[in-house]
């Protein structure tokens, strides 16, 4: 498969690495003289540490695949996906949509590395607006596969499911928004544990470095191979509903305390519950609270291996 | 040293594991005929669990330091520290501090792993109260070392400092609140993203699954190894200053948009600031967002090699 890369900054390269250690063919483009060849270096660079750390197989396979493209219009011919990665500012998205739109096939599907600006705020004036779509990654995608998913009003559901898919073909861990929402999900879900961090110190409770200690040597543990739900499904006998109906009262305390209306009325329970059931039946808790505390001792393991020098 | 264990449910036979791993003699009490008995068994049983997965080396030399006490006496004569973890409701708290402070020594401390009621609740009519706090662990703290250190009122600043270094040298990860709050600061942490987690469900943005997901192969990976401050601070050339200057406005609407007021104002960002350049100088910063790399691609090489059967 064809791929383009539109914007060799970090962000750039690191997607250039996902799609060639996958097998496809990646040109890479950037407006700026030399920008793409400095990227061939860089990417260059990573997929050797990769290799060497047992990541990928063969760093100069890949590497051949990555080449410098003569223009935009040479990046994305033929291309079946561009992922476009050029400065963040609402300006410079609507130059190069307006720029892809003038030279994209009628197939292709154009993904946006925005980490904020909705795509609704830059694909509205072009032809190809159903074909493009946020696909926001967390630098860098190589080593942290989760990307968000985000359409704009007029992206069509085709898009979503072929850029889905395309995702998981190359090992990325596709996530979907229904709609935009400023934040998209994950810097939401970071914003609000931010949000209480940064208060915990303001409020003189808590120092930066034991908040810090308190994630990475308590609750990051779980939530680096299970979300938040699944780790409260299988902290209560009875699963998510019964987590939810023991703690309610201590969480809408904790969430009001910040001005955060709780809402976990019973009816949303009961569709939290619904979901977490769909993906593994109640018989299954305590199997999985076993594979749990399995992955917790392989993680503990995992950590006392590897070199943590302090970081003062 | 002497540890007892006042209460031997899961909760407290996990502790009864970090103090005899540690090499500590462990009596265990249970008020329930037959409890401390069958804490035994588990307890012996998860040893031999981590000595499998090589987290322990001895596991019967372990198992051998733990006994069943004959009374609440008999578990605290001597002792150095307790450990009390039974049933969490104000009145058995109560009562079992009243039962402590009357057969307690004159140095002993005493830690209690209340989750939610804090120790002024049930403490303020013992006799020893300035050597109680709560000492909250995650369970099970085998596994995961943080422990919540949060002093009543009346709670001796001794106290604190002596607790703090008896956790270290077991192992644990102790991490101190200057007073009491509501739900401490772990599940305060979590109970701000989780209250993000299920709107995002309730608005209809996202899947519980994929929530999930946004965690688990993204947000959660770097929270393994390093705090939510650190995250950011690598995440910006200029360091945590620099991150929450860029981003603020973004985390003042997503913030905002739930009712929280973020108040990241010009003194609160140069207090973080300044405790995060004590912690790590700005002239290593890129020192560490390489070792952050290197520690992300060990954690993926581990992942990958993880058992990871699908949950449903």
Same mark, same amino acid.
């Given at each position: 498969?064809?791929?383009?890369?539109?914007?060799?900054?970090?962000?750039?390269?690191?997607?250039?690495?996902?799609?060639?250690?996958?097998?496809?063919?990646?040109?890479?483009?950037?407006?700026?003289?030399?920008?793409?060849?400095?990227?061939?270096?860089?990417?260059?660079?990573?997929?050797?540490?990769?290799?060497?750390?047992?990541?990928?197989?063969?760093?100069?396979?890949?590497?051949?695949?990555?080449?410098?493209?003569?223009?935009?219009?040479?990046?994305?011919?033929?291309?079946?996906?561009?992922?476009?990665?050029?400065?963040?500012?609402?300006?410079?998205?609507?130059?190069?949509?307006?720029?892809?739109?003038?030279?994209?096939?009628?197939?292709?599907?154009?993904?946006?590395?925005?980490?904020?600006?909705?795509?609704?705020?830059?694909?509205?004036?072009?032809?190809?607006?159903?074909?493009?779509?946020?696909?926001?990654?967390?630098?860098?995608?190589?080593?942290?596969?989760?990307?968000?998913?985000? =359409? $704009?009003?007029?992206? &069509?559901?085709?898009?979503?499911? *072929?850029? +889905?898919? !395309? #995702?998981?073909?190359?090992?990325?861990?596709?996530?979907?928004?229904?709609?935009?929402?400023?934040?998209?999900?994950?810097?939401?879900?970071?914003?609000?544990?931010?949000?209480?961090?940064?208060?915990?110190?303001?409020?003189?409770?808590?120092?930066?470095?034991?908040?810090?200690?308190?994630?990475?040597?308590?609750?990051?543990?779980?939530?680096?191979?299970?979300?938040?739900?699944?780790?409260?499904?299988?902290?209560?006998?009875?699963?998510?509903?019964?987590?939810?109906?023991?703690?309610?009262?201590?969480?809408?305390?904790?969430?009001?305390?910040?001005?955060?209306?709780?809402?976990?009325?019973?009816?949303?329970?009961?569709?939290?519950?619904?979901?977490?059931?769909?993906?593994? =039946? $109640?018989?299954?808790? &305590?199997?999985?609270?076993?594979? *749990?505390? +399995?992955? !917790? #001792?392989?993680?503990?393991?995992?950590?006392?291996?590897?070199?943590?020098?302090?970081?003062?």
């Amino acid at each position: 498969m064809k791929i383009a890369v539109v914007g060799a900054g970090l962000v750039g390269s690191a997607w250039a690495i996902v799609f060639a250690r996958a097998g496809h063919d990646v040109a890479v483009y950037d407006a700026v003289e030399g920008g793409a060849d400095r990227a061939i270096g860089l990417i260059g660079d990573r997929l050797k540490t990769l290799e060497e750390v047992g990541l990928i197989e063969d760093a100069a396979a890949a590497g051949q695949r990555v080449r410098v493209a003569a223009s935009l219009a040479d990046a994305v011919v033929d291309a079946a996906y561009i992922q476009e990665s050029v400065f963040e500012t609402v300006e410079q998205k609507r130059q190069i949509f307006a720029a892809l739109d003038a030279v994209v096939g009628p197939e292709t599907l154009i993904g946006s590395s925005s980490s904020g600006i909705p795509a609704s705020a830059f694909t509205d004036h072009v032809g190809c607006r159903e074909r493009c779509l946020i696909a926001h990654p967390v630098n860098p995608p190589y080593l942290i596969p989760v990307v968000e998913l985000v =359409p $704009a009003p007029w992206t &069509a559901a085709a898009t979503v499911q *072929r850029v +889905r898919a !395309l #995702m998981e073909s190359v090992g990325q861990e596709p996530v979907e928004l229904t709609r935009e929402i400023e934040g998209f999900a994950l810097n939401r879900l970071q914003g609000l544990l931010l949000a209480e961090a940064w208060k915990l110190v303001a409020d003189g409770i808590m120092s930066v470095e034991d908040v810090d200690r308190t994630v990475s040597a308590g609750l990051g543990l779980r939530w680096s191979f299970m979300g938040p739900f699944e780790t409260i499904d299988l902290n209560a006998p009875g699963g998510v509903a019964d987590y939810a109906r023991r703690f309610r009262t201590m969480y809408e305390t904790i969430a009001g305390s910040r001005g955060v209306d709780l809402g976990w009325d019973d009816a949303l329970i009961a569709e939290v519950e619904r979901q977490r059931r769909v993906a593994l =039946p $109640a018989d299954r808790l &305590a199997e999985r609270s076993a594979w *749990r505390d +399995r992955r !917790l #001792m392989a993680l503990m393991a995992h950590k006392r291996s590897s070199q943590d020098p302090a970081a003062g």
